[in-house]
């Protein structure tokens, strides 16, 4: 493909048996072929190269040639010219980025795919564009890659660290398989590897773990710098501190962030010299890799010479109640100077019932002056010094014995609810107190006498609730009584109150007639005026709601009813000797929502005493279930 235009390729030859002398031929291309790259002499029959040829372009042409014989008898021939163009290495293995950078985590195993290049070739033939690859790390004495030389894969050969290395500038280069090894052409791209960071450090201690301090320092002296130091990268190498262990009373502060140990209180040499702290440093990676260190703090003394309490407070109990001399609780002090400077004299100092205590001033022992009674006084907060130095808190609590009984705020308790309270409904809510503590302060309610099954009570709050429908017709009070206990798991105390309930009446039931119907016997010559019957009737309910009115339920000019004592008065005369008539009559209680009952009163003269009969032989009637009593 690298034949130069202008240069003859080939020239075309007549066979010996066309030859002839003066013999005139012509030579073409057949227009159809291609005849841009070549032309041809038409007297010499020679082939010239007339364009530039591209294996990668067109590899092969096929020319029709054509002889024209111009003597006498002219004549044609015809040739077909195969031409074969060979490739040549005239293109460079190119890739397609100019910079490549990659990132690959530490920990990756060896073997593992890192990136796959693609160069390409455009010569046209196998071995001009077949591609192999290969590998150059600069400024390492060992390379950790390989690349195959085939597919361009490269892959981890050794283990990475980033700690170690970071980075790496890698050169990869791309060159073709021409035969001729002169003529080979080769490409190269720089390749960046960036080494990401994974959390395979845990934090190591550069700090002593021994540190001093004078007992007397303020609170907040600097008492150590603890360092620890993290290779990992960003969070994973971000160290915190902590203190594990070793500082249950909170004698130092550490800062997390800095390390920077300091005192939370004051330290005292007599009462702890040395502190063995156990430190953390933890990394912020995920998962956070830690180590520990166990930090010993050494408290140097100084020399105060001042007796000190073993404890700066003192926290006891005592029993209410018991005699004087009951055993309390023992101070001791100590003090590091020798000889009678050492020995050691107690004394309580003056406060708010400082009286009911003594102590002996030799041993230290704190015994009672005085019963007490943890309800009149629960807490004693008592000041003991030893002589002529440093004081001690003692903080007291008397203990609680159940000698209260709950009390109820009234020695009785009486109420009123109207009967026609729901099941469930509150009536009484009782509250008793305890000056006592604990279980014996607890207080528990019951009730201790029969309340047929109307009442209960809430053990815990002293809700009295009713249990059952109220009926002030069938029971109108209860009397019961109600028990307040205390918890005590020792000797428990109660006390009882009465409970007196009244039953508040409500119109619930109607008048109930004595007699219906009533059947009145009425002389003829019965004088006007005359009661000829009377109806009774009883309401059980009381006041108004038991107060009955009589009237009749049809208007009468011959009779008429008194509505208080249901007397029927005649107030004409009778018709006849054979007189007879039913009076309806009712009767009503006067409550809010009055009740009525209904009877019938039958009055008949003498001649219609043996002639009374019924008018039909069966009455039939249809009531409704649950209709009022006395309807009609």
Do not use: W
């Not at 005359?530 to 038991?546: F, I």
């Amino acid at each position: 493909e690298n034949f130069k235009p202008a240069q003859v390729l080939d020239s075309l030859k007549v066979p010996d048996n066309h030859l002839a002398i003066n013999r005139k031929l012509h030579f073409s291309i057949a227009k159809d072929d291609d005849n841009v790259h070549f032309e041809i002499d038409s007297l010499t029959g020679d082939l010239y190269l007339s364009k530039e040829l591209d294996y990668e372009t067109d590899s092969h042409f096929l020319l029709q040639v054509i002889m024209k014989d111009y003597n006498n008898p002219p004549q044609n021939s015809t040739v077909f010219l195969s031409i074969d163009v060979e490739d040549k290495n005239d293109h460079s293995p190119y890739f397609q980025d100019d910079f490549v950078v990659i990132g690959i985590e530490e920990n990756v195993p060896l073997g593992t795919l890192v990136y796959t290049f693609d160069a390409k070739d455009g010569d046209g033939s196998f071995l001009n564009s077949k591609i192999e690859y290969s590998l150059e790390v600069s400024n390492m004495s060992e390379n950790p890659f390989l690349i195959h030389p085939l597919y361009g894969s490269l892959t981890t050969a050794s283990p990475l660290d980033r700690e170690m290395t970071r980075s790496m500038i890698l050169t990869v280069f791309a060159e073709d398989q021409a035969v001729n090894l002169t003529e080979r052409r080769l490409d190269s791209l720089a390749v960046k590897i960036v080494i990401l960071d994974i959390n395979d450090n845990s934090p190591s201690f550069m700090s002593c773990p021994l540190s001093y301090v004078v007992e007397d320092v303020e609170v907040g002296f600097l008492v150590h710098h603890i360092i620890a130091k993290d290779p990992d990268e960003g969070r994973n190498g971000q160290v915190t501190y902590h203190i594990v262990s070793g500082n249950e009373n909170k004698a130092f502060v550490l800062d997390k962030i800095t390390g920077l140990l300091t005192t939370a209180q004051l330290l005292d040499h007599e009462v702890q010299e040395r502190y063995s702290l156990t430190v953390m440093a933890l990394d912020d990676g995920s998962p956070a890799l830690s180590a520990t260190q166990v930090l010993t703090i050494i408290v140097l003394d100084v020399n105060d010479e001042t007796p000190v309490f073993l404890k700066q407070l003192y926290e006891t109990a005592v029993h209410e109640n018991r005699d004087p001399g009951e055993f309390v609780i023992k101070v001791e002090a100590v003090d590091r100077d020798a000889g009678l400077n050492s020995l050691l004299q107690y004394e309580i100092l003056p406060g708010a019932g400082y009286e009911k205590f003594k102590i002996n001033s030799d041993s230290g022992e704190l015994v009672t002056a005085a019963s007490l009674d943890r309800e009149t006084q629960e807490v004693f907060r008592i000041k003991g010094s030893p002589s002529r130095s440093s004081t001690a808190q003692l903080y007291l609590t008397v203990l609680d014995e159940n000698d209260h009984s709950p009390l109820f705020a009234k020695t009785q308790y009486q109420i009123s609810v109207t009967e026609d309270l729901e099941e469930g409904s509150a009536v009484l809510e009782l509250s008793a107190s305890d000056e006592d503590d604990g279980l014996n302060g607890e207080v528990m309610y019951s009730l201790i006498d029969d309340t047929y099954g109307a009442f209960a009570i809430d053990s815990v709050t002293g809700s009295i609730v009713t249990t059952k429908a109220l009926d002030r017709e069938t029971k109108s009070q209860y009397t019961f009584r109600a028990v307040a206990s205390d918890c005590s798991t020792h000797f428990p105390r109660s006390t009882t109150v009465s409970v007196v309930v009244h039953i508040d009446d409500v119109n619930d039931n109607d008048p109930v007639f004595l007699q219906s119907p009533i059947r009145a016997f009425v002389p003829a010559e019965t004088a006007v005026n005359e009661t000829v019957a009377t109806v009774r009737a009883e309401d059980v309910d009381l006041g108004s709601n038991g107060a009955i009115v009589f009237n009749l339920m049809v208007a009468e000019t011959v009779f008429e009813i008194d509505v208080k004592t249901g007397d029927i008065i005649l107030r004409e005369p009778l018709s006849s000797k054979d007189f007879s008539t039913q009076l309806l009559v009712t009767a009503s209680d006067q409550g809010i929502s009055p009740r009525t009952a209904t009877a019938v009163v039958i009055i008949f003269t003498e001649e219609q005493e043996e002639a009374i009969s019924f008018s039909h032989s069966l009455y039939e009637a249809s009531v409704p279930e649950n209709s009022a009593a006395g309807g009609h």
